[in-house]
């Protein structure tokens, strides 16, 4: 099955390939799912270059994320997503917001985490950076996704990271 919800529903995409496993940490999105089959062809040609020696998993956080729940609980769902799903530590990549995540699990759960790549990532988010991601938040809960997809590159762009990270 190259898509599905873990046991602790964790949407993801699988992309078979070589003997070893890499799971990769999403950055922000607005939509936490496992991928549209478009999406999924996407990300087999993304990730070609790691599946001659990996099958890759591309996890989302769960959806409906709760008031409060912090980037290290969001370690935590990932550490019991892949407690129940590998038999030893694999290699993880965190890229964006995925990599303050992935720095949670690597320090809370090492025993999962065999070798860490952090991509585009920091170890916190500053106050601009957080006011950006909160009006975005608000708009898409508000229906408004387009809008809030707009608001979110404003926080990697060279005009507003210095400031916002």
Known sequence: MPTGQSMVELPHARIPGGPKTLVILE?????????TERALRLLRWAHKRYTGDYTVYQVARRPGLPAGHTTRDMADDYARWMGGRFEGPVDVIGFSTGGEVAQYLAADHGELVRRLVLSDTGCRLGEDAKALLRAARDKAAHGRAAEAQAVMPTTWTSGGSAKAW
């Open 27 to 35: 950055g922000l999105t607005l939509k936490n799912k496992a991928p």
